[in-house]
């Protein structure tokens, strides 16, 4: 091939590559849609370079900041980055924006030390640290029950066992005949704790009615997401009555505000606890 042809050639795939480059480019220009959180996650990672030395940009978090930098600039900063929104969980903005609050945790402090508000001794900030030191806290401090400790008239029952199952039915006695009187009772479960109920009869004589105030105490009990759907323990209650149904096997209170009828407790008779 000779040097023209070759020439020729040359000037034929730049003029290709020229032509659907460019009718390429301008295509994918003018047909796609800018991506908001591109732009977002832009916007806020030049926003946090510009705190901090040029040379110290390949790592924001231990970056030096400008002599120049101001606390207004850091919170514009910070306002710009709060725009990140990811898109799903795992998603990589997620991960891109926590970089750049610890960025800006950084500049800070730096900010701090030099306008004497701490000393330049204080530990940096790590929000991701923090909020995970702060979950687990939660997550302990709801594994930890206060323990109940009974009294010895309270009406208990725990390991299929009823104790002071007399001081029960004579409050179910004094119900009925229109007398004033108080219990509590406790019913333990193994792994949840202690489920509490306070129990008052009271009686009008204006209008000759009796009811039963119930007061649900769940402050010794761990409460699960399905607990919702039993609504007797949201909320003080307030029954007509309380009696002892053999037929089904329960004390049960009845009329009551969000239920017609509740099983307090089982009936076991002394033959059962052998």
Known sequence: MTMTKKKRVLWLVLLVFITFGTYGCAKETTSSVPDPSVQAIKSAGDSVKYLFIQSDWDSLTTARIKTTTTQEQIDHAA???????????????????????????NAQKQLDIRNGKISPTAKQYNPDKNAGQKETAVKQNQNKLPKY????????????????????????????????????VVKYDELRGALIYDLQSRYDEKVNQGWIDVKPDLN????????????????????????????????????????????????INDHERK
């Open 149 to 184: 400790i009974p009294k010895k008239d309270d009406v208990i029952l725990k390991n299929h066992v009823l104790k002071n199952k007399d001081r029960l039915e004579d409050f179910i006695k004094n119900a009925q005949n229109h007398k004033e009187s108080k219990i509590r």
């Open 220 to 267: 010794y009990f761990r409460k699960l997401k399905s607990d919702t759907q039993d609504v007797f323990n949201n909320a003080p209650q307030q029954c007509g009555s309380i009696s002892k149904d053999k037929e089904n096997g329960y004390y049960i209170l009845k009329e009551c505000r969000t239920n017609w009828e509740y099983r307090l407790l089982p009936i």
């Open 79 to 105: 306002k710009l980055v709060s725009r990140i929104k990811p898109k799903g969980k795992g998603d990589a903005n997620t991960f891109f924006g926590l970089g750049l609050v610890m960025a800006i945790a």
